[in-house]
């Protein structure tokens, strides 16, 4: 478990420096004085327990009967929409955060913290477990990866993904050995075993569509201590019963990159324990409202007004806490 001095270093930088025990914001109301150190303690503690019944859940939605649906939340406030729904558990969603700053999604353009502050404002913002998309672990080496896993335990995940996708197009996919080693340094780096790393080969998303090598490659992160594989575009359903057969750890599927016509249920009887749905649901959004802006730009009508989550539901399922999170 997290060093507790480590931690309380780590929530002393998320408190403005102060001159004096109050100041007063632009709106003119004084703030929380900053906390002591036995408050900060208290805190840890709690915030351990918490994270560490979070972990426990999430591993056991991993092996229940059903399979676990895992949405994934880019901002705060999607995050608190889903879990109005119903849902067990969240991730969180590299592509739906780069749309979110207007970034293209795999550039390169999002830093470790970058995503290690979403991630956190995520966490906050829910009482579900969450897991984060890690990208490549933000550097070629294992020690890149041992450091994003670590930081990742650190600020209450309960899961993340490593991914053998360099990002560079003259050499999309590591060779096998180097992915390896890189998910064996992020398995060593968990600072809590009860953390869910999950490991994702991306060669059908690199141009490489050989399910021979994409077995071959989520067998070997099994075996260098994944606890979840991964193999996004898998590009049917033969496939995808294909890696569930060779695999004894849990495989996720992600649905809503294709058209694909399959089911949850079809993915739950091909062995399917775990689906998420990456920038998919961002994109759904983000599609509404363009939908929304064009008819107030082409016609000059906002009918979409209609058909909008009204302002009295959204509000309901919004914090009033206004933390604002920031990743040291």
Not at 33 to 52: D, F, G, I, M, Y
Not at 83 to 103: C, D, H, P, R, V
Request: proline share 4%.
């Amino acid at each position: 478990m997290m060093n507790l001095l480590a931690k309380c270093m780590f929530e002393a930088t998320r408190i403005s420096p102060l001159a004096s025990s109050h100041k007063t914001n632009t709106a003119g109301n004084k703030e929380r004085p900053c906390r002591s150190h036995s408050e900060l303690a208290q805190k840890e503690k709690t915030n351990v327990h918490s994270t560490l019944n979070k972990m426990l859940e999430f591993s056991r939605l991993h092996h229940g009967e059903q399979v676990l649906l895992v949405p994934n939340a880019w901002d705060a406030g999607s995050a608190r929409l889903l879990e109005g729904l119903g849902f067990s558990a969240l991730a969180t969603t590299s592509a739906g955060l780069a749309i979110s700053k207007g970034l293209r999604d795999g550039s390169g353009l999002l830093s470790r913290r970058d995503i290690m502050e979403n991630a956190l404002a995520i966490v906050e913002s829910t009482s579900l477990p969450v897991s984060a998309d890690l990208e490549n672990g933000f550097g070629d080496s294992p020690e890149d990866c041992a450091k994003t896993i670590h930081d990742a335990c650190r600020i209450g995940l309960c899961g993340g993904s490593i991914e053998d996708a360099t990002g560079d197009a003259n050499r999309p996919i590591y060779p096998f050995e180097q992915a390896i080693e890189r998910i064996s340094a992020a398995a060593e780096a968990k600072t809590s075993e009860h953390f869910l790393l999950t490991a994702r080969t991306e060669n059908y998303l690199c141009g490489r569509p050989d399910l021979d090598d994409t077995i071959r490659r989520l067998k070997a992160f099994e075996a260098a201590g994944a606890d979840v594989v991964y193999a996004p575009g898998l590009p049917d359903m033969a496939s995808v019963r294909a890696v569930c057969r060779e695999l004894t750890v849990p495989v996720n599927v992600l649905v809503g990159l294709t058209d694909a016509a399959y089911s949850v249920e079809d993915l739950s009887s091909a062995g399917v324990s775990r689906i998420s749905t990456g920038g998919s649901l961002a994109r759904a959004a983000m599609g509404e409202m363009l939908r929304a802006a064009q008819e107030l730009k082409s016609y000059g009508t906002y009918g979409f007004a209609e058909w909008a989550i009204s302002d009295k539901d959204v509000m309901s399922r919004m914090s009033f806490n206004g933390n604002t999170p920031d990743f040291d």
